[in-house]
């Protein structure tokens, strides 16, 4: 079996995930600048799990396009991270509603966290059923923005309890860290 | 026709099906973990849920490669199968809500049952309509860890009268059974 | 441009439609018998959409494939299609809440008459696409049950107003026509 | 990389959204044409959100398959698109409630205008991916209809402010204009 339909089942997955955070954007019931500022936390919380969200989508595409064999482990690897980016919603709402507090901050870590080893372990999967393969090994081993990232996330736990914004600075860091156009790291790291 | 859009529509309503069960995760209206372990039985059922969705997914997957020709049984035997799944959500909901009563556990065990009768179903059109194809016919023949989890299914729901712990040990043992890495089993029956 | 994106997007509205309806099976507030019979109505709507809506994605698949070219006005039509089809939610929602009123069972007769004409509209589209098709023109020009069941959700909203029960009888008779394994039409009719 | 994942991806996510608009429409507390004709605003702005959806994913569609690379710049882009879309929903459910009042209508053009000019900036880092593409700079560089879109979305904001009507009014135009069937700017811009 090739990765053609893991990859299209994830997608689809991802897709939906990525739209309905949008769905907890629900519309004000007054029509006032209150009203909209109200859900301004919301937004903000839901543009950086976008981001997030869209950077697994990325990463994840160019890791199964490097890989040849997908087995049963591999699946269940995938199955597992998509697990814990379906409750990235969850950690959103909760933030979005109590970004004033360190539990919500915290667990949104642990559902990043949680993302961050899936994805890990994904691409040990995908090495163990591909052993031969350099490239994959190559895309594996040199994921640093991965590796930082996770290291980032278990950071932005224990950093909610001293103030979640404190986490949030985190969070934001992580997102930024992907944007950076730093050629050298392209052509070593997980970029498309 | 081939089976690749009937493959690929019911990716789509698979994933749907396992994104949308992680939305009944709704963000607790306070910031404590008061309100987080309030939401542990319904991660816990999701976690099952999701785990079988997923192994759904990959039987599924398997099932129509093995499948060279498609008619109409195959697509509505296909759809029957796709409505019990959609029906897994509902009970995933039920159970979190009110895990400690019969009816919710019972109900999960019906949807269950109906979802492995529907895969068996499905088998067995897409062997009427493949009669001369021996891959399929061991695929099919062989699904002995799917026979084994409707039997279980089965159980679940008179075992949910004695009391529903007893079934969700039934679950357990059910998602258990498919991740187990029984080599000689995984030759013979629907692993990927 | 081929048929293959319009597909493959039609596909995923289709499945998302079909999915979301399952989310309207809201979990009873109590673990009753009493709760869960209160949730029959909605649930026997529940199958008839579903199979409904299963019947236009295998129709929509088997039109779609008959042709070889698609223009804007094809894709109009289907987007026009895919609006209807997104309002059965909608009429099913509100039929398994009020199922003793006219209006709800009227409803869901205009939606699906608009449909069944925006199924036709997308047809004649294809041809004009297509115009020395004869394949396309045979599934087009031969389409029966679709216009039959057009004729009787016309039917089905005025007689909501003699009672909503007989609207329901001729929906459940629409969805019966389709799946009479009636071979001889079954060569001359829009079946996969 | 081709721009296939990332076509079946973006489709995933229109897909998502302009179903789960409909959503929004939940069905009358009572079976009676006063419950309809209270959701007649929201249908009526369903109505033309579900035509810019369906607009975008036309021309979303058209501009993809005229560029042949795809770099990280152009996934960035791509996804910055789909998060403006995935706003409309919240911008029609409101516009919907408050279809009165100025604050709502004003949202929706900025919204608006903001997946306008995320469709632009997606052409512009098509083209810089591809810069010896003579198709793609054609179909980028004379997007008349996406320009005075543009254009009318950035009106549409203060006019809200006169009176929303005139918004409204504006954005019919918009939807209005992608359906004149020109054939000269058919052949010179954006259209399928």
Redo the contacts between chains.
């Keep these: 079996?090739g990765s053609d339909?893991l990859?299209?089942?994830s997608?689809?997955?991802?897709?939906?995930?990525?739209?309905?955070?949008?769905?907890e954007?629900?519309?004000?019931a007054?029509?006032?600048?209150r009203?909209?500022t109200h859900l301004l936390p919301l937004l903000l919380v839901y543009?950086v799990s976008?981001?997030f969200v869209?950077i697994y989508?990325?990463n994840h595409?160019h890791l199964l396009?490097a890989a040849e064999h997908?087995?049963?482990a591999v699946?269940?690897a995938n199955?597992h991270l998509?697990?814990w980016l379906?409750?990235i919603?969850?950690a959103t709402?909760?933030v979005?509603?109590?970004y004033g507090?360190?539990?919500?901050a915290a667990?949104y870590g642990v559902v990043g966290l949680g993302a961050g080893l899936a994805y890990t372990l994904l691409g040990w999967m995908l090495l163990r059923a591909n052993p031969h393969d350099t490239t994959l090994a190559q895309v594996v081993g040199r994921d640093v923005k991965g590796r930082v990232s996770t290291v980032l996330y278990l950071l932005s736990v224990p950093l909610a309890y001293v103030t979640p914004y404190l986490s949030y600075a985190v969070l934001v860091v992580i997102a930024v860290l992907w944007?950076i156009p730093d050629r050298r790291l392209?052509k070593s790291t997980s970029?498309?």
Tied chains: 1, 2, 3, 4.
Excluded: C, Y
């Excluded at 954007?25 to 004000?28: C, G, H, Q, W």
């Design positions: 079996m339909r990859e299209s089942f997608d689809g997955v991802i897709a939906v995930i990525i739209t309905l955070m949008a769905f954007l629900k519309a004000p007054t029509a006032t600048w009203g909209l543009m976008f981001t869209g989508w990325v595409h396009r997908i087995n049963a699946m269940w199955l998509l697990f379906s409750l919603p969850f709402a909760w979005g509603a109590q507090r360190p539990l919500p667990s944007f392209e970029q498309v």
